[in-house]
């Protein structure tokens, strides 16, 4: 099945500082999903990107699909302690294929 | 409602029993999945079924047998549980064979003894 690579594979920030973490994929995708997995819980669906180039916010997130579709990234601004969890990639092309996700912690 | 329902929530037990975990799922959707959490955080894809017919079957060991009765319920048997089987086992659903958003049920925390 095909590779999405996720990286980093932890990230620690002061609460207010951004933080981003990078999907990549060797092959093109038909789209890109995010999820997102607070500590104990289960992952919960985010947002999904289809389009090249595609640009999506929700409030402090953006979103970004590649030109070539073969890479994602999702930014937070101004980190806050309710944005801790581990942000998952999930991308289809013949079938759906997680990452292996950031897991973000922020200090207060 | 919950959309995702697995049970149990919680399941210890011993090394070489048999075990089963059930979902449910009351969202309409066509296609369940299984996957494996282990405590690194890796999601693992073990199983997936479309209108009751399995389209994925990764390289998992033949103890672990999913059997779908209809297309809300997919259920996980596992036999002869060993150490590594230790791990949450999230139950998922979405519509289109994972081209739309998946619903994740609540996890069973799976831990032998």
């Known amino acids: 099945g095909q590779q999405v690579m996720q990286i980093p594979q932890y990230q620690h920030v002061q609460e207010g500082e951004d933080f981003t973490t990078y999907c990549n994929s060797s092959?093109?995708?038909?789209?890109i999903q995010w999820y997102k997995q607070r500590p104990g819980g289960h992952p919960v669906f985010l947002i999904q990107?289809?389009?090249?180039?595609e640009v999506k916010k929700q409030k402090r997130l953006t979103f970004q699909f590649g030109e070539a579709k073969k890479n994602s990234s999702l930014h937070i601004t101004a980190t806050q302690t309710t944005d801790v969890g581990t942000y998952f990639c999930?991308?289809?092309?013949?079938?759906?294929?997680f990452g292996a996700g950031t897991r973000l912690t922020v200090k207060p | 409602d919950t959309a995702v329902s697995q049970t149990p929530k919680y399941l210890v037990t011993q090394m070489g029993n048999d075990k089963s975990i059930k979902c449910e799922q009351n969202?309409?959707?066509?296609?369940m999945y299984w996957y494996k959490q282990d405590s690194k955080k890796f999601l693992k894809i073990m199983f997936s079924?479309?209108?009751?017919?399995?389209?994925i079957n990764e390289t998992v060991p033949n103890r672990f047998s999913p059997k779908s009765p209809d297309k809300a319920h997919l259920n996980l048997h596992i036999n002869s549980l060993e150490l590594g089987d230790s791990a949450v086992y999230f139950c998922?659903?979405?519509?289109?064979?994972?081209?739309?958003?998946?619903?994740f049920g609540d996890g069973t925390r799976l831990s032998i003894l």
């Open positions: 999930a991308a289809f092309n013949n079938d759906m294929r």
């Open positions: 079924y479309n209108n009751k017919e399995l389209i």
């Open positions: 969202l309409g959707h066509d296609t």
């Open positions: 998922a659903s979405s519509y289109q064979g994972g081209r739309q958003p998946q619903h």
């Open positions: 092959t093109t995708l038909s789209n």
């Open positions: 990107l289809v389009k090249s180039g």
